[in-house]
């Protein structure tokens, strides 16, 4: 059984960094096409995929946010972390992370989501 | 400004059979598969459809996915007041190189 859960701070200030935490279970970032990423959502507003990594250590990240965000993974630990430099109060939202599967058409969907971690941004 | 287009609201009654859009463009739905989640108040979304019409185990056969040119439906048949949720429909980018969402589509059950 898949899980996923995001931790880290409720309240960040406005030009700090944000930092979080995805800790998972049920399967291993070690095998091959399968990758872990990180998607948000804004009070009452569209979901937003911020990045993704993968197995292979490779990365994607939303083209609008590039330069902000950055994903590592710890393998042993079961861990991805999704830092975001730069904290405005237009990134408050609720932060999933989420399961992307191998697919056998490379298809880059998200099949187990994590509860999601509310940030808030604000003095 | 989402780059996937969906009504903000859809509705219909128990029993009924609702459609819910969602329309992109050659780069995104055109050239990739359409994904569909759900979504309840206070809660994560959750797969419903995969590859325009794949569903998942535990997904009821009254939700059904289509894909036809640059749009696709998500359609809810025989609605139970549960079906009540937000849903988001997905795809790849080729022009981003990124997923991308829907703005997400509010379902009432009158």
């Known amino acids: 059984q898949i899980t996923l859960r995001e931790s880290g701070p409720t309240l960040v200030k406005p030009t700090q960094t944000l930092t979080l935490t995805c800790t998972f279970s049920g399967f291993s970032l070690s095998t091959s096409g399968v990758g872990v990423a990180w998607i948000r959502q804004p009070p009452g507003k569209a979901l937003e995929w911020l990045a993704h990594?993968?197995?292979?250590?490779?990365?994607r990240h939303n083209p609008s946010l590039k330069s902000r965000l950055t994903v590592t993974k710890d393998t042993s630990k079961n861990q991805v972390v999704l830092t975001m430099t730069n904290m405005d109060p237009a990134d408050t939202a609720t932060y999933y992370c989420a399961h992307r599967p191998y697919d056998s058409f490379g298809s880059t969907f998200f099949d187990f989501w994590g509860q999601g971690t509310l940030v808030t941004v604000s003095s | 400004q989402s780059v996937l287009t969906q009504p903000p609201s859809a509705s219909g009654t128990p029993g009924q059979r609702v459609s819910i859009s969602c329309s992109g463009s050659n780069s995104n739905i055109g050239d990739n598969f359409v994904y569909w989640y759900q979504q309840f108040p206070g809660t994560a979304p959750r797969l419903l459809i995969y590859r325009n019409s794949q569903r998942p185990s535990g997904v009821p056969d009254r939700f059904s996915g289509s894909k036809s040119g640059t749009s696709a439906s998500l359609a809810i048949s025989g609605l139970r007041p549960e079906d009540e949720a937000d849903y988001h429909c997905a795809t790849w980018d080729d022009s981003l190189s990124s997923p991308v969402f829907g703005g997400g589509t509010k379902l009432t059950v009158l």
């Open positions: 990594i993968y197995s292979n250590e490779n990365q």
